[in-house]
């Protein structure tokens, strides 16, 4: 079988929000809110973590990692996803698009790790109270944040170094609002059977491994809750997961049904609305739960905005 004819593709049109043009300026609205006050909660948590020594401690070390990776995460996708909203042919070129698509999931797969070592510290904090201090030391965290990020990056490069290989030859139309994998991998003029697989196993590997080690810390917890003699100590332990167990609901929810059951739900535009939900809402969410859901937060939210009125 020979390809002599075949035009390489150099660029794809993402059609992402083309059928709502009606409500454009609408929708960049809404999504510029949404990245802003993503952005500046996730700066604010962060500031408020290294700026409040009370708050120098494995858990807000680890929430502070997440709220950096949510700031990268959502600006590897909002600002292009604004621009193709008013632009009037989005299009975005054949190396963009895997780059975009690299750092997505290199985002996702960190997300997950730093969420299963975020739910095994609880587990610790609550199960294990009196090893806490010698198992969580500040070395062990660092090594715990890195590897959680070297192996986001490390996990998906393989894939991506396939996915560049495969070759468009039209049509070049991607059904979404920025360079996913399915979407892509359907335009391709070759069998893509083996990429999928092996974008299959990776996801399972990740989204499964990690969901199943954070649900596993949550059960240990759950049943230690349990045997706790006093309710305040109960309470007190529940307060300190509530959050955390928040994001990991929506989050895993919304990966596992769309990278490992692909083929459970085919509608496109559902398809959409579930990538929104990792992608755009629970990035957006996260700063609120952890700081409505904490009184550490809270408090030293408080310190911060008297100390700043005070300096004025």
């Not at 929506?250 to 692909?262: D, E, T």
Request: glycine fraction near 4%.
């Amino acid at each position: 079988m020979t390809f002599t004819n075949e035009t390489t593709v150099t660029e794809f049109i993402l059609l992402g929000f083309t059928g709502v043009k009606h409500i454009k300026l609408i929708l960049f609205a809404t999504f510029s809110f949404i990245y802003i006050v993503t952005v500046t909660g996730n700066i604010v948590i962060i500031s408020i973590v290294y700026g409040d020594i009370h708050l120098h401690t494995p858990m807000y070390f680890f929430l502070s990692n997440l709220a950096f990776l949510e700031i990268l995460y959502t600006s590897n996708i909002i600002p292009k996803m604004l621009f193709n909203i008013v632009k009037e042919n989005p299009t975005v070129p054949f190396t963009g698009c895997i780059v975009q698509l690299y750092f997505f999931g290199s985002f996702g797969s960190t997300e997950c790790f730093l969420l299963g070592v975020m739910a095994y510290d609880r587990y610790l904090a609550i199960c294990k109270p009196l090893h806490y201090s010698l198992l969580m030391t500040t070395r062990t965290c660092v090594l715990m944040s890195m590897c959680s990020w070297s192996a986001g990056f490390i996990a998906t490069f393989g894939a991506i170094v396939l996915v560049s290989q495969l070759h468009f030859c039209g049509p070049n139309k991607i059904k979404h609002f920025f360079c996913d994998l399915q979407p892509v991998l359907k335009l391709s003029c070759r069998n893509v059977y083996t990429m999928e697989t092996v974008s299959w196993i990776l996801a399972s590997t990740i989204l499964l491994g990690s969901c199943l080690l954070t649900l596993a810390s949550y059960m240990k917890i759950i049943l230690t809750m349990v045997k706790m003699s006093s309710s305040k100590s109960r309470q007190k332990a529940f307060s300190t997961c509530i959050a955390h167990l928040t994001v990991v609901i929506i989050f895993y929810g919304a990966m596992i049904s769309m990278y490992v059951c692909p083929n459970t739900i085919k509608n496109e535009e559902f398809n959409k609305i579930s990538s929104l939900l990792y992608t755009v809402v629970t990035p957006f969410m996260n700063p609120f739960i952890y700081t409505l859901r904490n009184q550490d937060v809270k408090q030293a939210l408080h310190m911060a905005i008297l100390k700043t009125c005070k300096y004025k």
